[in-house]
């Protein structure tokens, strides 16, 4: 008798369980990023993550604007990983990518001087898309059905096979040519840079986004030329179109990276250069700058400090050791999450950077033991790390040092099983509060002078 019930339950089930949707058509747009549409004419888009996403990285790479994670989040049930796919709508999609997905599902698509017509697709016979689904796609609501039906006499609130909709231009969102387009680029143009990342002076709103950009990481050398013989030597260097004095100038040139650092430059350029007003500088304005602030890479060829620093330079090629490893094969990798305990590191949002940089600290690890034959080691894998005999940490310098020590004995015990040094690798990974304009990473390596000697616990 208990066998017959649980037949029947999973016999029930069987046959309410709702068949998988058709699929009409699919549009493949890159490897991690595909969309369907389902014979109920909705537009399904998935995307699989990368190794490593967080939220945001992946909304702000399909949509444009990493603040949509939360919609995508929540759609999603809050769950990413690498495995699987999650689902993103139409409308938050870049533009681009908009359009790719329309022209790709409905190839007889296209925009013209009236605005995009739409060609009806499907099985014949049968109803087509809505025009509550065309409003949707291409306008961004629904509710605009009845604009698109007014534009189409004799057009009925269905579709069939074949049929042509014309949805008129002023109805269009941006991303298929709508009247919007333009102000919508130029407002992202805007956004690349809150307008609190300059506090001292912020480029004009309708700049491109490239002149916008940080230019500190640009290639080749800018034309600077010298004067020598006033009181105080310097370099002119002339600003170019959508340049500003706080990254194309005092970051760049003297390679100050903290707010701080950077203000006080900004502050001495300003008054070294009679400057009243920052924001109004016009393009082509020459700003002197002080060779002593100078980085040794915009000196002059034949000054002292120049010529010190491309010796030391040569030097160091001289001694560098080249090892190649397939896959990372026979590298073992220290990995090192920096602050945490009684030092939090910078705050933001209320995250701490020990958090953070936890954080990558883990998806980096997984990444490398995926995707690599390296070993992988990690300086803390908990809040406590438990001395013997105990130690109650409550000095963050003491914390500091406590790690490279424990970074050293992996080391130490990386050699005695053979690993040559040149294959072992530390990484300490932080988060540091720079000036708002820099993005992206630097790597920190210790100059000669500040590795000699040794540290005691007294």
Not at 53 to 71: E, F, I, Q, S
Not at 370 to 398: F, G, H, M, N, Q
Request: hydrophobic share 40%; glycine share 6%; aromatic share 6%.
């Amino acid at each position: 008798m208990v066998r017959w019930w649980v037949c029947a339950v999973l016999f029930a089930a069987a046959v309410t369980a709702a068949p998988p949707p058709k699929i009409i058509a699919t549009a493949q747009i890159t490897p991690e990023l595909r969309a369907l549409l389902a014979a109920d004419y909705t537009i399904d888009i998935s995307v699989l993550p990368h190794d490593g996403d967080a939220w945001t990285r992946l909304a702000k790479r399909v949509t444009g604007d990493a603040g949509n994670w939360r919609a995508i989040a929540s759609l999603n049930n809050e769950k990413l990983t690498s495995e699987v796919a999650v689902h993103v709508p139409l409308a938050l999609l870049r533009h681009e990518l908009q359009r790719q997905i329309i022209t790709t599902l409905f190839p007889k698509d296209s925009l013209t001087p009236a605005g995009w017509k739409h060609v009806a697709t499907g099985p014949a016979g049968v109803e087509s898309e809505s025009l509550w689904n065309i409003a949707e796609w291409f306008t961004g609501s629904g509710e605009n059905y009845a604009a698109i039906r007014t534009a189409n006499p004799g057009q009925a609130l269905s579709t069939h096979p074949g049929d042509v909709v014309l949805i008129p231009k002023h109805l269009l969102s941006a991303a298929f040519g709508g009247e919007g387009e333009e102000l919508t680029a130029s407002s992202k143009t805007a956004e690349v840079r809150k307008s609190e990342d300059d506090p001292i002076e912020r480029a004009p709103a309708d700049a491109p986004a490239a002149d916008v950009a940080m230019e500190a990481v640009a290639t080749g050398q800018p034309s600077l030329t010298y004067e020598r013989n006033a009181s105080e030597p310097f370099a002119v260097y002339r600003l170019q179109k959508g340049e500003a004095l706080y990254s194309s100038v005092a970051i760049r040139f003297t390679g100050r990276v903290y707010s701080k650092d950077v203000g006080d430059v900004l502050d001495r350029l300003v008054h070294f250069n009679g400057i009243d007003d920052v924001a109004k500088i016009p393009v082509g304005y020459a700003v002197k700058i002080p060779m002593s602030l100078l980085l040794p890479d915009y000196l002059p060829a034949d000054d002292p400090r120049r010529l010190a620093a491309e010796m030391i330079q040569r030097e160091s090629a001289k001694l560098a050791r080249r090892t190649r490893a397939k896959g990372l094969q026979g590298v073992h990798i220290v990995l090192d999450a920096g602050h945490g305990g009684t030092d939090p590191g910078a705050i933001c949002d209320g995250v701490s950077e020990s958090s953070y940089v936890y954080d990558v600290m883990n998806r980096l690890k997984t990444i490398l033991e995926k995707k690599s034959a390296a070993r992988v080691s990690v300086t803390r894998d908990e809040e406590c790390v438990l001395t013997t005999p105990k130690y109650e940490l409550d000095d963050p310098v003491i914390g500091v040092h406590l790690r490279w020590y424990l970074a050293n004995s992996i080391f130490r015990h990386a050699i005695k099983r053979g690993v040559p040094k040149e294959k072992i690798v530390f990484l300490s990974i932080h988060a540091d509060s720079l000036h708002p304009s820099l993005r992206g990473a630097m790597a920190y390596i210790p100059a000669e002078r500040y590795v000699t000697g040794s540290y005691r616990k007294s």
